[in-house]
């Protein structure tokens, strides 16, 4: 079992930038497929993005794509999401998880899960 930690969350104005983190620890992640989440208030939680074991291929949610970037660094055992250009409709509690199957676009493909981070963007 991984534990994960994410951090980096906070509040911005609408149009500015964050980047979040999740440093593993107690298994190495490099083998395994990563991914974020976001739970806004009142609504379930749903897929932002996911990145391969090698970090070659990457997934988005429709609502993100061309604005958020998943990247991986498999030395530091570290998963990162860039968010440029936020919007009101980002601010959620934003969390990543491990998927040990190998499988990465619905919640119930990953494992383990990280307690979140919490990002608000005021318009």
């Known amino acids: 079992q991984v534990q994960l930690v994410e951090s980096g969350g906070g509040l911005v104005q609408a149009g500015g930038s964050l980047r979040l983190s999740c440093a593993a620890s107690?298994?190495?992640?490099?083998?395994?497929?990563m991914g974020w989440f976001r739970q806004a208030p009142g609504k379930e939680r749903e897929f932002a993005a996911a990145?391969?074991?090698?970090?070659?291929?990457?997934s988005y949610a429709d609502s993100v794509k061309g604005r958020f970037t998943i990247s991986r660094d498999n030395a530091k055992n570290t998963v990162y999401l860039q968010m440029n250009n936020l919007k009101p409709e980002d601010t959620a509690v934003y969390y990543c998880?491990?998927?040990?199957?190998?499988?990465?676009?619905?919640?119930?493909?990953?494992?383990?899960w990280g307690q979140g981070t919490q990002v608000t963007v005021s318009s």
């Open positions: 990145i391969t074991r090698s970090g070659g291929s990457t």
């Open positions: 107690g298994r190495t992640i490099s083998s395994y497929v």
């Open positions: 998880a491990v998927s040990y199957g190998g499988n990465w676009n619905s919640m119930s493909d990953y494992d383990d």
